[in-house]
């Protein structure tokens, strides 16, 4: 792989930054549909990662990833904790079975996409976190040929923010948003967002370093 866990600080901070950054709209977006605690939950998760960065800096990926998601497990809280514990867990999980090149990690990816789903019983287009993670994963797999890294990065970062966009005039059936029903449509999700942020924070990143 091109990459290697010795950037986990650097794309920690980055995660830490972004959702620092949009905290406040998070929130509102959060108090529309949900119950305002996301940010709390995340950055509680986040916190915990900063102080284990250099620690999983010496890692290689598998078990970086599992440690990420062991963290995130327990110390997060909230139907987003188990979903993003999952994702990790999983990508680690299937690393096992998969080699660290591009096609093995869009099979890596959407293994833990599915994992996610399963976890929380729901499926894309249920206004939920899974409406970025879902297409994200697809384009991965989708751009699995294209030989220009960056290339491929930049349309992973289109597809959240598409996906992430999608989620606005959806009806949730998933999470507290679903006791609202048609009520909560028009408000984008809570969690779709930090994903999409989280992900685009993480590929700036990364093409700084391409
Ligand atoms: P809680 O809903 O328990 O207060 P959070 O506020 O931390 O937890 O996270 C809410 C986010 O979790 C939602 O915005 C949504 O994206 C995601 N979510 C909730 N339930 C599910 C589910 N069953 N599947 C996928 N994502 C979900
Ligand atoms: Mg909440």
Redesign the pocket.
């Given at each position: 792989m091109t990459y290697s866990a010795s950037l986990l600080p650097d794309l920690i901070k980055a995660v830490a930054d972004t959702i620092e950054a949009n905290a406040d709209e998070v929130t509102a977006l959060?108090q529309a549909i949900?119950?305002g605690?996301?940010v709390i939950?995340?950055q509680r998760g986040i916190t915990a990662l900063l102080s284990q960065a250099e620690e999983l800096s010496l890692l290689d990926w598998p078990g970086a990833w599992q440690k990420i998601g062991m963290t995130l497990m327990s110390t997060?809280g909230?139907?987003?904790?188990s979903?993003f514990g999952t994702l990790f867990i999983a990508m680690s999980k299937a690393s096992h079975q998969h080699a660290l090149d591009r096609q093995g990690f869009a099979e890596i990816v959407n293994e833990a996409v599915n994992a996610?789903k399963k976890r929380?019983?729901?499926e894309a287009g249920?206004k939920?976190?899974?409406d970025v993670l879902v297409p994200v994963a697809e384009a991965l797999t989708a751009a699995s040929a294209v030989t220009d890294l960056s290339e491929v990065l930049k349309k992973l970062v289109e597809a959240a923010e598409t996906g992430v966009e999608s989620t606005r005039d959806m009806i949730a059936t998933?999470?507290?948003?679903s006791f609202l029903e048609e009520r909560s449509r028009g408000h984008i999700?809570?969690?779709?967002k930090t994903s999409q942020l989280m992900i685009s924070a993480v590929i700036d990143q990364l093409l700084k370093v391409a």
């Open positions: 959060d949900g119950d605690d996301h939950n995340l997060m909230g139907a987003s904790g979903l996610v929380g019983r729901a249920e939920t976190m899974l998933k999470g507290r948003a999700d809570a969690g779709a």
